[in-house]
C-alpha cells in the first residue's frame, strides 16, 4: 500500500542570478511500513527533501501525497492538524521544548490534538526508551542522546502515518548514535512503522529497505537494499 | 579599540540591535527624565521667581535699621547673591499734590544702585537718579492730578509724622494697624495712614529729622509696590550717595544654594551687627526658592525632587537591568567563548559596563538635548495656565514674561552623575551574575540553567492528562524560564507600581498642599453659573446687587444664597459626645489642658455656644442636595417647614483649632455620622444672641437629613474644621429677622457678555466707592472662585501639572521597559514557537497559550506590585501623616483597579503584538540562532 507519493518537487531559494534549485523535480513512491534512507553530499538537498515531506517547508512546485493527501494544498491550520497527526519529525538537533520535561515533550503533539493522554503508552514509550528515571527533568538536564530519545518519543506516540529522521544520529557518539538508529530500525520492524531517514552514514543507511540517493536536489539512484545488515 | 573583549562586545551590539536600540532609548529616556527633574524644575523655578519679581522685586528679604559697616560685612557674606541699600528720609511737603487735603507730601527713600534694580523700579519717563539731588516721583501722584514734571524742583524740610495722644491717662491706644499710642504718649506714623485723621483722642504733627533736601525731578517712575494708596503721601526716590553710618536697610537677594532658609540668615545677622532687627520678606519669591517662612511648602518642594528623582532612577535601573538580563543567555555564550580562550572574571564584568557606558555616552548628550526639548515645550504649553494661575490675585501680569530654559552647570552635572550611578547599579548584578557562570556552562547553553542541573521539573498531571496542551505549555514555560518570565513579571509590576505611587504620591502632596491652604469656610461651585457676587445682607448692599443683576438683560440666571457669617451658633449640649470627645482631645495638646475639662471649659469660655456656619438656600437647592443625602424628603421638600441638612463630617486638628500657648504635637481627630445627638426628623435650636434682651433667639429647625461631602460636593466645597447646617427659606426668613443677625449674600449668575460684566462690575464700585463705603461688593468669575488664589494654591496647582507630567513621562519608560520585555521573550521563543509549529500546534491554539501566559504573569506582577504598591504606600502615606500631620489620603482603590485594568490591556495587547507569527518557514526559525 503506498503512504507516500512524491511528484515532481521543485524547491527553489533566491532569485535571478542567486536562483538555487534545492530540489529538482523530485518523483517517488514509498510503501507502508517501508524504511527508506536518503543519502547524498552536504547541499544535495537531503533536509530540504524532509522538510518538505514533514510539511513544515513548502515546495515551490510538485506535489507530495501522505496517505491519500496532497498537503501542499492544505492551508497553516490543516497542515498542522495534519502534522500532528500523520507525521512524527526526529531533528539533527533534538527541538525539544525546552520548558517541558520528558514525558510532556513526548506527549505534546498528542495533546495538541485535543486527544487525552494515553498513560500506559507514554509509559510503554518512556520506559522503552530508557528514559525511565529522566521522566521529570527538562531538556537542558538531559545528555544529547537521551534527548534523541525522547524526540523519537515524541515522534512515535501518536502513532504516525510516517516517521522522517532528518540525521538522526549526527550530533551524536557512535554508540549512542546506533542505540538511536537501533530504536528507529526496531520501530519500523515491530509496529510496521514507515521511516524515512536521511543520513550521511552510509552503514546506517543500507540497513533500510530501500536507499535513494541525492545529488544537486536530483534524485539519480532508488536501490532497494537485498540483505539487511 | 584594542581591548577584545570590548571588540566582540561591540560585534555583538550590532549584531542585537533591535535590543541596543531599546536599551538606548530606555537609557537616553532616562537622561531625558532626569534632565526634565532637574532643568525642569530649574526652569519653573526661574520663570516664577521673575513673575514673582514683578510685585515686589527680586530681593528675597530687607534687614531694617542696620550700620554701614554691618552693611558692607552682610553683602560679603557668602549666601548674599546681591545687596542694595536703601534709606527711609521721610517727608517732604509736596505742594504741587492734586489732593492736598488727603496726600499732601512726598514720601522719600533713597536708593544704592543696585536696589534700583532690585525693587523693579521702572521709569515712565525720565531717567533714575544719579546723586542725592535728584528724584523721581511715582506716576499714581500724576494720576491724581499733581502738577509735577521733570526739570520742576522741590525743596524743604525732611519730617516723620507723628501721632500725639490726647489722652492723659488709660492704655494703649491701637488707632491703627502697627501704631501702639500710649495715653500722653507719642507714635511714628506708618505710610499707610490716612493724613488728616484727628479725633478725640489723638492728633497728629510732623518731626524734623534735621536734614533738608533740594531735589530736581528727572524722572517719573510707575508706582512701585511698597507704595500705599491714599496713606497721605507719595512715594519718591533719590540716589543713595552718601549713606549715614546707622539707619541702613540692606536688600538681599540670597543665594538660595548656599542657605537653608530665612531663619538662617536673620541668625547671622543678628549676630553681626549684635542686636535685633525687623526683618520683611518677599514671600512669593521665597516660597518659590523653597525658603518661604512656611516650612511645609519647603518640605512639599524638596519631598517632590527627591520622590521624582528616586523613582526616575528606579525605573530606569529596571528598564536598563531587564535589557540585560533579557540577553544573559546568549551574552553568556559569547562570554563564554571568550572565557574559554582565556577572559578573566574582570574581563567579562567589563563587557557588561563597556556596553553601558557605550550606550551611555551617546545617550547623554541626546537625553541632555531631548530633556530639554521637552522641558521647552511643556513650559510653552503649560504657560498660558501658570499665566492663569500666576495671575488670578491680580498683582502679577506674566504674559510678558517668557518662559526660557533655565539651568546651570550644577543641573547638568547633577544629570549626568544620576544617570552615570543609575546605569552602573543597573549594570551591576547582570556584571557580577554572568562573571559567576563557568565558561562551559556557557558555551553549552546551559548558563540559565547551570545552578538547577539537579532539581526536577515534577510532571503537571492533572494539565497532561486532562488535555490541555495550550495550558500546560504556559504554566510550565511561565514557570520554568524565569529569567524571561521575571523580566515580564517585574516590568508588569514596575509599570503598575510606577503609575500607582507616582499617582498616589503626588495626590499625597496635593492633598497635603489642600489641606495646608484650605481656609476655614465654603464656596459654592460654580456649575452652570459664570460669576458669583457677594454683598452684605444690611444696609441695602444685597437689594441694591439683586436689583442691578434684575435690571441686566444680560444676567440668565441666578441662584441666592446667604451665610450666617457664623452669627448662629448651637448649644454644646446639642453636639454628640463623639465629636465633643475630638474637640476635647486636640484642645487637650494645648498647654497643660485635661480633655477631661473640656466640657466644663466650654461652659465657661464660650457660653456653651459653638459657632456655625449657616448655609440659607432656596428651596429648589435645599430640595435638591437633601435628594443628594440621607434625608426626609418630606421636610426637604420645596415650601416645607423650616428645615436642616447637616453635614455630617468635621474634621479637627491642632493646625485649625488652636487654643492655647504651646502645642504638644500635632493631632487631629476625624468625625463621621452623628455629629449631633439629634437625628432626622429631630429638631434642633439655631441660637442667635439678641443684644438688646441679653438673651437668645431659638430658632427651632427640623433636621431633614444629614449629608457627607459627596452629596454636597457637587454644589459646594467645604472645610470640614467647621459644622455647617443648610437651611431652607422658611429657616432663612427667622435667621435674617434676628437683629444681630450678620448675613452675607451671594449670588451666582450667568452672562455671557464681556461688556454687561464690566458694566455691572463698576456699577457695583461705584456702589462701594461713593456711596456706601462699608458696603463690601465683590464680583468674582470663575477664576478667583475656582483657582487658585493665594501662593500655596498656586503650588498645588503646579505640583499637579508637574505630577502628571512626570507620571506621563515615567509611564514611557515603563511602557518601553515592558514591551522590551514581552518582545524579548517572544524573540527568544521564536525557535520555540516554530518547534510547537512544526509538531502540529495550530495559529488558535498558539494564540490561546501566549494569551494564558499573558495571563498568568499578569496575575503575577500584579500581585507582585499589589504588595509593593501597599508597601510603598503605607510607608508613603505614614511619612506624609508625619510630617505634614493632617491628610486624609483616601484609599486608592478605585485608582488601583483602573491602573490594574490600564496594565491588563496594554499587557494584552503588547503580547499579541508582540507575538504575531513570523511569516518565515517554520524550518528557517528553527535552524535560525539567535546572536
Known amino acids: ?229 | 579599540m584594542n581591548n577584545i573583549v570590548f571588540k566582540v562586545t561591540k560585534k555583538y551590539m550590532k549584531l542585537n540591535r533591535r535590543r541596543t536600540a531599546i536599551a538606548f532609548a530606555g537609557i537616553t529616556l532616562m537622561v531625558v527624565m532626569m534632565t526634565c527633574v532637574f532643568v525642569g524644575k530649574e526652569t519653573v523655578m526661574k520663570y516664577i521667581d521673575r513673575v514673582a519679581s514683578l510685585d515686589k522685586g527680586s530681593w528675597h528679604m530687607i534687614a531694617y535699621d542696620v550700620d554701614a559697616e554691618s552693611a558692607k560685612t552682610i553683602a560679603s557674606r557668602k549666601y548674599v547673591e546681591q545687596a542694595g541699600l536703601s534709606e527711609q528720609l521721610y517727608c517732604i511737603d509736596f505742594p504741587q499734590t492734586g489732593e492736598p487735603d488727603l496726600v499732601p507730601f512726598l514720601n522719600i527713600k533713597a536708593y544704592s544702585a543696585d536696589s534700583f534694580g532690585m525693587t523693579n523700579i521702572t521709569m515712565v519717563e525720565g531717567r533714575y537718579p544719579e546723586n542725592s539731588e535728584e528724584l523721581i516721583i511715582s506716576d499714581y501722584a500724576l494720576e491724581k492730578g499733581a502738577d509735577i514734571k521733570i526739570g520742576d524742583k522741590i525743596s524743604g524740610e525732611l519730617f516723620k509724622r507723628i501721632l500725639v495722644s490726647k489722652r492723659k491717662k488709660g492704655g494703649t491706644e491701637f488707632p491703627h494697624e502697627g501704631i501702639s499710642l500710649p495715653a500722653g504718649g507719642i507714635a511714628e506714623v506708618p505710610v499707610s495712614f490716612a493724613y488728616g485723621e484727628e479725633t478725640e483722642s489723638f492728633y497728629e504733627t510732623r518731626e524734623p529729622t534735621g536734614v533738608s533736601g533740594e531735589y530736581t525731578v528727572v524722572g517719573i517712575m510707575k508706582s512701585p509696590s511698597y507704595e500705599v494708596h491714599n496713606g497721605g503721601s507719595y512715594a519718591a526716590l533719590t540716589f543713595l550717595d552718601k549713606p549715614r553710618a546707622d539707619a541702613l536697610n540692606v536688600m538681599i537677594r540670597l543665594d538660595t544654594a548656599e542657605v537653608s532658609g530665612t531663619q538662617e540668615v536673620e541668625d547671622d545677622i543678628t549676630s553681626i551687627t549684635g542686636e535685633e532687627h525687623d526683618f520683611d520678606y518677599n514671600d512669593m519669591l521665597l516660597a518659590f526658592s523653597a525658603m518661604s517662612g512656611d516650612s511645609n511648602i519647603n518640605t512639599i518642594v524638596i519631598f517632590m525632587q527627591i520622590f521624582f528623582t528616586l523613582f526616575t532612577m528606579a525605573a530606569s535601573v529596571i528598564l536598563i537591568y531587564n535589557v540585560f538580563n533579557m540577553s544573559f543567555a546568549e551574552r553568556s555564550r559569547y562570554l563564554g567563548m571568550l572565557s574559554s580562550v582565556g577572559a578573566t572574571r574582570r574581563q567579562k564584568r567589563q563587557s557588561i559596563y563597556f556596553e553601558s557606558f557605550a550606550l551611555l555616552m551617546p545617550a547623554l548628550p541626546a537625553g541632555l538635548l531631548l530633556g530639554m526639548g521637552v522641558v521647552y515645550a511643556a513650559t510653552q504649553l503649560l504657560k498660558p495656565r501658570f499665566d492663569t494661575m500666576l495671575s488670578v490675585d491680580g498683582p502679577m501680569i506674566c504674559g510678558d514674561v517668557p518662559m526660557t530654559l533655565s539651568f546651570g552647570i550644577t543641573e547638568i552635572v547633577i544629570v549626568l552623575v544620576m544617570c552615570a550611578v543609575t546605569v552602573l547599579i543597573s549594570a551591576l548584578i547582570p556584571a557580577i551574575k554572568i562573571s559567576m557562570i563557568p565558561p562551559v556552562e556557557s558555551v553549552k547553553g546551559a548558563a540559565d540553567n547551570y545552578t538547577k542541573k539537579k532539581k526536577r521539573f515534577k510532571t503537571r498531571k492533572s494539565l497532561l492528562e486532562k488535555g490541555r496542551p495550550e495550558l500546560m505549555l504556559a504554566v510550565n514555560s511561565t514557570s520554568r524560564t524565569k529569567h524571561l518570565t521575571r523580566s515580564i513579571i517585574r516590568s508588569i509590576a514596575v509599570f503598575a507600581t510606577v503609575i500607582m505611587v507616582t499617582l498616589y504620591g503626588a495626590n499625597s502632596i496635593i492633598k497635603v498642599v489642600e489641606a495646608k491652604t484650605a481656609e476655614d469656610g465654603w464656596m459654592p461651585v460654580l456649575d452652570g453659573y459664570d460669576y458669583a457676587v457677594a454683598a452684605e445682607l444690611k444696609n441695602g448692599g444685597f437689594d441694591y446687587v439683586k436689583e442691578a443683576l434684575a435690571a441686566d438683560r444680560n444676567v440668565t440666571d441666578t441662584k441666592e444664597i446667604l451665610d450666617s457669617f457664623l452669627s448662629v451658633r448651637l448649644s454644646y449640649d446639642d453636639i454628640s459626645d463623639e465629636l465633643m470627645d475630638g474637640y476635647a482631645a486636640v484642645w487637650g495638646q494645648y498647654d497643660d489642658h485635661d480633655p477631661a475639662e473640656y466640657r466644663e471649659y466650654v461652659k465657661e469660655a464660650f457660653f456653651n455656644e459653638l459657632d456655625v456656619y449657616l448655609i440659607m438656600v432656596e428651596d429648589e437647592e435645599f430640595e435638591y442636595i437633601a435628594s443628594k443625602g440621607k434625608a426626609d424628603m418630606s421636610l426637604a421638600k420645596v415650601g416645607a417647614e423650616p428645615a436642616a441638612l447637616v453635614y455630617n463630617e468635621v474634621f479637627l486638628d491642632t493646625d485649625r483649632y488652636r487654643d492655647g500657648e504651646v502645642c504638644h504635637g500635632y493631632k487631629y481627630v476625624n468625625v463621621r455620622d452623628n455629629i449631633l445627638k439629634a437625628g432626622t426628623g429631630d429638631s434642633i435650636d439655631l441660637l442667635s444672641f439678641d443684644p438688646d434682651k441679653g438673651e437668645n433667639i431659638k430658632i427651632p429647625v427640623k433636621i431633614a437629613g444629614m449629608a457627607d461631602s459627596e452629596a454636597i460636593s457637587e454644589r459646594y466645597t467645604l472645610s470640614p474644621s467647621c459644622i455647617y447646617i443648610f437651611v431652607n427659606e422658611a429657616a432663612k426668613e427667622k435667621i435674617i429677622s434676628c437683629p444681630y443677625d450678620q448675613s452675607t449674600g451671594i449670588i451666582l449668575f450667568a452672562d455671557k457678555d464681556e461688556n454687561s460684566i464690566k458694566q455691572l462690575n463698576d456699577t457695583f464700585m461705584g456702589f462701594t466707592s461713593n456711596e456706601n463705603e462699608a458696603e463690601t461688593i465683590r464680583l468674582l468669575g470663575k477664576d478667583a472662585l475656582n483657582a487658585a488664589a493665594n501662593i500655596k494654591q498656586i503650588i498645588s496647582d503646579i505640583i499637579k501639572i508637574l505630577a502628571y507630567c512626570f507620571t506621563a513621562l515615567i509611564s514611557l519608560v515603563c511602557l518601553l521597559n515592558l514591551y522590551n520585555s514581552i518582545r524579548g521573550r517572544a524573540a527568544e521563543r521564536n525557535k520555540e514557537t516554530a518547534i510547537l509549529r512544526s509538531v502540529g500546534m495550530t495559529e488558535r491554539q498558539l494564540t490561546k497559550m501566549h494569551d494564558l501566559e499573558n495571563l498568568m504573569l499578569l496575575a503575577k506582577g500584579l500581585l507582585t506590585a499589589a504588595v509593593i504598591c501597599t508597601a510603598l504606600c503605607v510607608g508613603l502615606r505614614y511619612v506624609v501623616v508625619s510630617y505634614f500631620g493632617n491628610v486624609r489620603i483616601a484609599s486608592p482603590i478605585l485608582l488601583a483597579l483602573g491602573i490594574t485594568a490600564v496594565t491588563a490591556a496594554i499587557s494584552a495587547i503588547m503580547t499579541r503584538l508582540c507575538n504575531r507569527s513570523s511569516r518565515e518557514d517554520i524550518i528557517s526559525e528553527i535552524r535560525r540562532e539567535t546572536v
Open chain 1, 1 to 229: 500500500m503506498e503512504i507516500l507519493k512524491v511528484e515532481n518537487l521543485v524547491k527553489e531559494y533566491g532569485e535571478g542570478d542567486t536562483k538555487v534549485k534545492a530540489l529538482d523535480g523530485v518523483s517517488f513512491s514509498v510503501e507502508k511500513g517501508e524504511f527508506v534512507s536518503v543519502i547524498g553530499p552536504s547541499g544535495s538537498g537531503k533536509s530540504t527533501l524532509l522538510h518538505i515531506l514533514g510539511g513544515v517547508d513548502k515546495p515551490t512546485s510538485g506535489r507530495v501525497i501522505i496517505d491519500g493527501t496532497d498537503i501542499c494544498s492544505l492551508g497553516e491550520d490543516k497542515l498542522a492538524v495534519f502534522r500532528r497527526r500523520q507525521i512524527g519529525l526526529v531533528y539533527q538537533f533534538y527541538n525539544l521544548m525546552p520548558v517541558l520535561n520528558v514525558d510532556e515533550n513526548i506527549a505534546l503533539p498528542h495533546l495538541l490534538d485535543g486527544r487525552k493522554l494515553d498513560k500506559t503508552r507514554l509509559d510503554n514509550i518512556v520506559s522503552h526508551l530508557g528514559l525511565a528515571d529522566r521522566r521529570e527533568n527538562l531538556p537542558s538536564q538531559l545528555s544529547g542522546g537521551q534527548q534523541q530519545r525522547v524526540s523519537i518519543g515524541r515522534a512515535l506516540y501518536s502513532r504516525p502515518a510516517i516517521l522522517l529522521a532528518d540525521e538522526p544520529t549526527g550530533n551524536l557518539d557512535r554508540k549512542t548514535g546506533d542505540e538511536i538508529a537501533a530504536l528507529l530500525k526496531e520501530s519500523n520492524r515491530m509496529q510496521k512503522q514507515t521511516l524515512i531517514l536521511i543520513t550521511h552514514d552510509e552503514r546506517l543507511a543500507m540497513q533500510a529497505d530501500r536507499v535513494f540517493y541525492l545529488e544537486d536536489g536530483r534524485l539519480i539512484k532508488d536501490e532497494t537494499v537485498r540483505t539487511r545488515v
